[in-house]
C-alpha cells in the first residue's frame, strides 16, 4: 500500500525559512524601529529576515540567526 507522508523535516524547515525571506505579517509585542524616529508597539507590521548561517569554534557549532528588516503594513 503507497500513502502520501507529506513533507519531510528536513523540506518543512526549508519551507518556513523560505517564507521569512519574504515580507509577512508579524505582530510587534515589543517596540520595533520602523525607520529612524518611528517605533511601532502592539500593532501588525511587516518583516523579512536574512539567515545568518552559524559557525564553528573550539567548543562546538555556534547557532545561526537571523537579521530582521521592518516595515509599517500601510
Known amino acids: 500500500m503507497k500513502i502520501?507522508?507529506?513533507?519531510?523535516?528536513?523540506e518543512r524547515i526549508e519551507a518556513a525559512?523560505?517564507?521569512k525571506k519574504d515580507w509577512h505579517d508579524f505582530f510587534a509585542l515589543l517596540p520595533r524601529r520602523i525607520a529612524p524616529g518611528d517605533c511601532r508597539w502592539l500593532e501588525t507590521i511587516q518583516r523579512?529576515?536574512?539567515r545568518i548561517p552559524?559557525?564553528?569554534?573550539?567548543?562546538?557549532r555556534v547557532p545561526g540567526f537571523w537579521l530582521w528588516e521592518y516595515r509599517s503594513k500601510a
Do not use: D, H, I, Y
Open 17 to 19: 525559512e523560505e517564507r
Open 54 to 60: 552559524g559557525k564553528f569554534c573550539k567548543g562546538g
Open 48 to 50: 523579512k529576515g536574512e
Open 4 to 10: 502520501n507522508c507529506g513533507p519531510s523535516l528536513f
